[in-house]
Structure formats: C-alpha cells, structure tokens
C-alpha cells in the first residue's frame, strides 16, 4: 500500500426482505489507521507456479481452500490441475463436455503445510472434471463439489462416504443440482448445506444421510440468487449466509424451525462481484472478496457479523495485485491467517490477522 493516507467514504446499508432499512451508515475511514487495519496491509505468495513447492506441485486454478482441523498449520487446496474453465468446457451451458475432456489426471486435493511448504499428501487424480467447492467439517471429513459431474462428495482421507447428485446430470428437483458450487457442515454434522449454483438460484439442506430437508430461495417478487458462490454457517445467530455473486450482494437466511426468510442482505457501493465469504468466530467478522472488473481490481471486505452492527462494513484490504482473479477464502485454524486462492494467476496468497 502507497505511504499516504487512502480514505475511502463509504455508504453501507442492510435491508431486510421487505426493503426497510434495518442500519444506514455514512463512514470515512482511514486504511491506514490501525484500528481499522484487519489484516496485514503486504499479503505473502504461499504457493504460485513460480515458487512451486519444491517443483513438486504444479498448481492449477484454486478453486477451493479450506483449513485442516488437525493442525493449524495444514492448509488443504482443491484445484484443476491442467485443467481449465473455457468456452468449451460447458458447450450447452449445463452438460460438460466429456467427449473432449476426461478426468483431471493431477492429483487435485493436496494438504500443504502453509509454513514450510511441504506437501504433506496429495490425492484426488482420474476422479475430479471441474473442481469448485470445498470444506471440512468438525469431525475431519473433507466436502468437494464438482461443477461438471454436477455432485457433491464427501471424503475421510480419500476414502468416499457419501455421494449427493446424479454424475452428469444437471437438473432442479429433490435429486439431482446443477453446477454446485460450495458447502458447509453444521458443527454437529446433522446439517449440509449445498449453493446450487451456476444454473439454479438456491440453497439445499440435507440431513447427515443425504436426505433433502429444505431448500433456501428468494421469495417470489424480489431478486433471485444469481450464481450463489459461497457460503457460511453462523449457527449461534441461527444464519446461513452465501455470497450472491451476480448480484453484488451477501444474503443471510434464517435457519430457525427452517424458517427460511431472509434476515439480512448485506449491500454496499464498493461490493463487486461477491466470490467468496468466510467467518470469524473470535473476532464476529465477515471476510469476503470480490473479482475484478474493467473499472475496479479485486477487493476484500471485512464486515460486521455483531447482531447490533450486522452487515456494517468495516474496512477493505487490497490483494497482491491488480491483476489477481480470486475465487475461494480460508482462515486458519488458530484465526491468525486468511488466504486468498485464485485462478488467474494461479496462486495461494496470505495475510496476518493483526487483531
């Protein structure tokens, strides 16, 4: 960041779903003042195919990060290998283009340490075709979805336990998503949550087994979600939360009794494209970022998670570059680190946590 003072005035309001205004905030704030600097203002380049670990690991495009829970240190990455989204990947929009592409040959889920660098395993080749989504829940079970075989997965070690979707087959009813793109696990386990996705604009919830419990739309007349992207679970406000990517937004629906109505819409003039959300627990925060555009780079964004200050936009934090495309965040275990995985240029970037 330049050694001046960057301020940046900002108007930050929360609707609720019959549009009233719950907060309106008129803020300027100071990047450079530490009380509102979040995160290390120089982020590091973890992993990049210019600082390959070792040139053991060839990454591809990041699409999904998560923390491991047996180690503070372990950082697990899903990527696409040699593999890329183009324009031919999807030709029809829905069907994946399996005639030309296979399976990713690459292993594609690898657990590094995100201090040494060592590839402590790797896993994952001749299964994936599009990697997207991925998580761990409290009891170390890795959740994957893939947006060509329109699946979910869940794994312990690479051993497969459960299977939600039909391989291959895009569609919209109890059985079956299209272009899934994350998912969270209650702390419990009893509860999934799926973003369903590129082609559909819900949330699905299954019990432990895979059975559909309910599904999280927009009500008729308001906006629907367009490319839900990301999501998380803030069970002590009773809040499933996703990132609405095409429509610049933040939507939290209310998971108590599976009321499913819209609590919060976090909207804010310097919200682009919403790829990826995360939580903190420790500090009640909301950690999102957004793609670049023609006008802007990519940004993140540290919100209020509070319950008297829910949405309220705390500061902004620049990435590496202008140039960075990223597509999936992670915090570590122990709550120091956050760490950006992009796809354009193929990277891992980090940032400290300072308070």
Known sequence: ?????????FFSVIYNINGRIISFNNK???QNNSSNSILSKKPLILFSIENSIRNELKLGQVSGLAS???????LIIFHRGSRKWNQQSFPDVYNFNRKKFGAIRENTILTVNSQTGEIINQWGNNTFYMPHG???DNQGNVWLTDVAMHQVFKYSGNKLLLTLGELFVPGDDTKHFCKPTDVVVSKDGSNIYVSDGYCNSRIVKFDSNGKLIKQYQMPLGKMPLIVPHSLILIESLNLICVADRE???IVCFNTKNDEGNVKYIIENTLLNTV???TYDSTRNYIYAISGKTRFSPAIGYTFSANPKSFGNLISTWKLLDKYGEPHDLTMSLDGRSLFVGEIRPNRIISFDILN
């Open 1 to 9: 960041m330049n050694s001046f003072i960057y301020l940046l005035t």
């Open 28 to 30: 300027t704030i100071n």
């Open 68 to 74: 491991s829970i047996s180690n503070p240190n372990h």
């Open 134 to 136: 991925l998580t761990t």
């Open 247 to 249: 429509n610049q937004r």
């Open 275 to 277: 790829y990826a959300i």
